[in-house]
């Protein structure tokens, strides 16, 4: 018949098959980078489109409004979900949080003038230990007792001095032999009084001058080691002095030595007591130098 057509061809009514999708391999090097990071655009291209994503996991935010990357969601990280708080606050880009006062970056703490004297070298030494200490080993003593009051040897050592200064001059050794035991009493109590008064006196300026060149001690056992110190380097002349008139040379000589040792133990002193140098230490005790020279010292000479 020649209205049919045998044959056999297709279905024109039906669309054709479409072959299965094979995704195309991208060459060697040119592969995805990694979530987070962008290729380089090629040569004379645009630049790459950036996605961020949204936060709280969606895939878009406010219209118009920048979108802050944070690939870990929330501030996490997947493998410190609790860092330590030491370890979180050293790396770069993060802070710390310190105590009112606290000083991190500070090793160790500077000793300034003023301030709350550090702790003792050693324990408070008896007071045998503390005389002889003076003499054999002023530096190490001076250290150790820089943060002791030391009252009761220097009040009784100096008292004990005056009364013996009595006999070391001359004129007053002469007028306590001729007086009475009711007249001599006195002279001899109220000349060891005076010395203990001018210790005291001349320990406090010692002090002050300390600490007006910036010395940072404290001024009790400040005046009460220049009394003791005072007292010991003038021990040797004077006992010297009790037998052999004032005017004697041996007693000059030995005058001139323990002056010079007191001022070297004054140096020592104040430069342990006050964290001072040496130029410092002996410019504080000069007024108290002068003084012993010019009372005792050029008294009998």
Not at 101 to 109: C, M
Not at 135 to 149: E, S
Not at 194 to 209: E, K, N, Q, S
């Amino acid at each position: 018949m020649a209205g049919f057509r045998i044959g056999r061809g297709r279905d024109d009514n039906r669309p054709p098959q479409q072959p299965p999708h094979t995704p195309r391999q991208q060459p060697y090097g040119q592969q995805q980078a990694p979530y987070g990071h962008q290729p380089y655009p090629p040569a004379g291209g645009p630049p790459p489109q950036q996605h961020w994503p949204q936060a709280g996991g969606g895939t878009g935010g406010g219209q118009g409004e920048p979108e802050y990357f944070d690939p870990y969601g929330g501030g996490q990280h997947p493998h410190h979900a609790a860092p330590h708080e030491s370890s979180y606050a050293d790396n770069p880009g993060h802070t710390q949080a310190f105590s009112l006062g606290e000083d991190p970056y500070s090793q160790a703490a500077t000793y300034q003038a003023g301030a709350p004297a550090p702790a003792p070298a050693g324990p408070r030494l008896p007071w045998k230990d503390l005389l002889r200490g003076i003499v054999l080993r002023p530096g190490p003593t001076f250290l150790q007792m820089r943060d002791y009051a030391v009252w009761g040897p220097a009040l009784i050592v100096t008292f004990v001095y005056g009364m013996l200064a009595v006999f070391g001059f001359d004129k007053a050794r002469e007028d306590v032999i001729k007086a009475t035991l009711g007249q001599a009493v006195p002279i001899v109590l109220s000349t060891g009084v005076a010395f203990v008064i001018c210790g005291l006196i001349l320990g406090a300026v010692t002090h002050t001058l300390a600490r007006q060149l910036g010395g940072d001690g404290a001024w009790q056992p400040t005046v009460g080691l220049s009394m003791l110190v005072m007292s010991i380097t003038d021990a040797p002349r004077l006992l010297v002095a009790v037998f052999l008139s004032g005017d004697n040379m041996v007693v000059q000589i030995l005058g001139w030595v323990t002056w010079l040792a007191a001022g070297a133990l004054f140096t020592s002193m104040v430069s342990k007591s006050h964290d001072l140098p040496w130029q410092k230490a002996l410019g504080a005790s000069a007024i108290q130098l002068v003084a012993l020279l010019s009372m005792i010292k050029l008294g009998t000479l």
